[in-house]
């Protein structure tokens, strides 16, 4: 089974700081990048409320594609926090070796490196298979551009649900 991004993770509460901080350090390669990453570590600061406003964003762009707010809103964080690097491919920009590193420490760089893996996956994958589960509320994008539910027992739940909520109430019209 394909494994979910790390931002999708994140907004189904399944990685939190600590873990986006440790997944960064796992491929850092940048010295002053892992001295703030390591100091950070000690203190992981508590991202619920950019898990909020983040998860509202996803939900935008799923539902309306884009727009310039979204780029505003995710440039607010990449822009102070992070340093893209490539290494280019000498045939195509599908070789290219793309990473980050940490501009300076007292930056929203943890929220920046959620916001930079989402850009990537946009890039990368486009938004047709980015969909919220209307069962359970889960984010996902392993299931393919035609799913619907996150899993077999949303499917199952989700669709008896729906029917049972759509079935007219014949009894109040006797």
């Known amino acids: 089974m394909k ?17 986006i901080v440790s997944s ?8 002053k990048s892992i001295e703030i990453a390591n100091k950070i570590l000690q203190d992981t ?8 406003d983040f998860s509202n964003c996803l939900e935008d762009i799923i539902d309306n594609g884009i727009s310039r707010n979204i780029i505003n809103y995710m440039d607010s964080y990449l822009k102070p926090s992070l340093l893209e690097m490539t290494d280019s491919g000498s045939y195509s920009k599908i070789s290219d070796k793309r990473w980050v590193t940490i501009k300076e420490e007292g930056t929203p760089w943890i929220e920046a490196l ?3 893996n989402l850009a990537v996956y946009i ?3 486009g ?13 996902f994008s392993h299931k393919g551009k035609y799913a619907k539910y996150c899993s077999d027992t949303c499917k199952g739940s989700g669709g008896s649900t729906q029917k049972e909520s759509f079935r007219p109430d014949y009894g109040a019209l006797v």
């Not at 960064?24 to 010295?31: I, P, Q």
């Open 45 to 52: 600061p508590d991202l619920d409320l950019f898990r909020r």
């Open 24 to 31: 960064f350090l796992e491929l850092s390669e940048d010295k």
């Open 114 to 116: 959620v916001c930079y």
């Open 127 to 139: 938004l047709a298979e980015l969909k919220r589960c209307p069962v359970c509320g889960k984010f």
């Open 3 to 19: 494994k979910e991004p790390l931002f999708v993770r994140f907004i189904n509460r399944e990685v939190d700081a600590k873990g």
């Open 123 to 125: 890039k990368a994958f």
